[in-house]
């Protein structure tokens, strides 16, 4: 279990340029706006820190059709593909699930995974409608995904049967014809103990300009929590992905902003924690980031 592929398929939408990641409610956009995938891109970079063979493909972003798509993966043979799903595109993934096993006739079928909020709400209808593996609910799907690939790895590629014991809360999956679970997701990592993204993997550049977001580019996004001390708004979905408010330590969100203006020399940071922290950590931030003078070089959205 080494190579892995984290990636978002290519969707042909006549309303508009779909956007999935880091978004808390499904949009089209007329004009493409690519959002930096923050979870995804921690998963990208805690699995290549654990020795894996980790590929970036952003289809949407990089603008790659369903034949080269399904090339790449003829090509690169991976042993995961993982992607992020909700409820308006689920019915088209389910159908790339699909033609993704096909490819594949015999040998060693690749095995996919698909996270995020649809999944989380509804993790069995999947599994009812497309040859998928697994489903990892809940926010923190870069721990879960670091997880089921270390489990998976110590067993045998050509039959595999899970051991319950070593797989994370959060997590379903196939057991020949039933569909079982290894129960409610927990939020009980440290953040803190996350290393910085590695953005060079995840091809940062794509979402560094084309973003309304911005007045300067390049900018990125970064996250100092997940995700809302608020969590009351009916429009958002993460919420339910994060029931539990957590922060990073203010010395480790400035040493990440302090990365990114040295050396991405970027111009613009949006930090996209649900709510802002507030009280003492805000307070602390503002100080640090005047102390650092970054509030001189980077403009904090």
Request: with cysteine; charged share 25%.
């Amino acid at each position: 279990m080494k190579k892995i592929i984290i990636c978002y398929p290519p969707l042909t939408l006549a309303k508009g340029c779909p956007t999935l990641g880091q978004n808390r409610q499904f949009q089209y956009f007329k004009e493409p706006t690519y959002i930096y995938p923050i979870v995804p891109a921690q998963a990208a970079t805690l699995l290549k820190q654990a020795g894996y063979d980790v590929m970036w493909l952003d289809c949407i972003a990089q603008g790659i059709t369903d034949e080269r798509f399904l090339e790449i993966i003829r090509r690169q043979k991976p042993d995961i593909i993982a992607f992020e799903t909700k409820t308006p595109v689920v019915k088209q993934h389910w159908k790339i699930i699909n033609d993704i096993k096909r490819q594949f006739p015999s040998g060693r079928v690749p095995l996919t995974v698909l996270f995020g909020d649809h999944v989380t709400a509804l993790p069995e209808e999947s599994f009812q409608n497309s040859r998928v593996d697994f489903i990892l609910t809940g926010g923190d799907y870069d721990f879960l995904l670091l997880n089921l690939c270390n489990t998976l790895n110590e067993l045998p590629i050509t039959h595999y049967q899970l051991p319950i014991t070593k797989l994370e809360p959060g997590i379903y999956y196939r057991d020949n014809d039933q569909i079982k679970n290894t129960g409610k997701f927990q939020l009980h990592w440290d953040l803190n103990t996350l290393p910085f993204i590695d953005r060079d993997l995840t091809c940062w550049q794509l979402y560094a300009y084309k973003n309304g977001n911005y007045k300067r580019t390049p900018g990125t996004y970064i996250m100092s929590g997940r995700d809302c001390w608020w969590a009351k708004c009916s429009f958002c979905s993460w919420p339910a992905l994060y029931p539990k408010f957590r922060l990073r330590k203010v010395s480790n969100v400035l040493d990440e902003i302090g990365l990114l203006i040295d050396k991405y020399q970027v111009r613009e940071i949006m930090d996209d924690t649900g709510t802002f922290p507030v009280g003492e950590w805000l307070q602390e931030f503002c100080q640090g980031m005047i102390k650092r003078e970054f509030n001189k070089k980077i403009y904090l959205d």
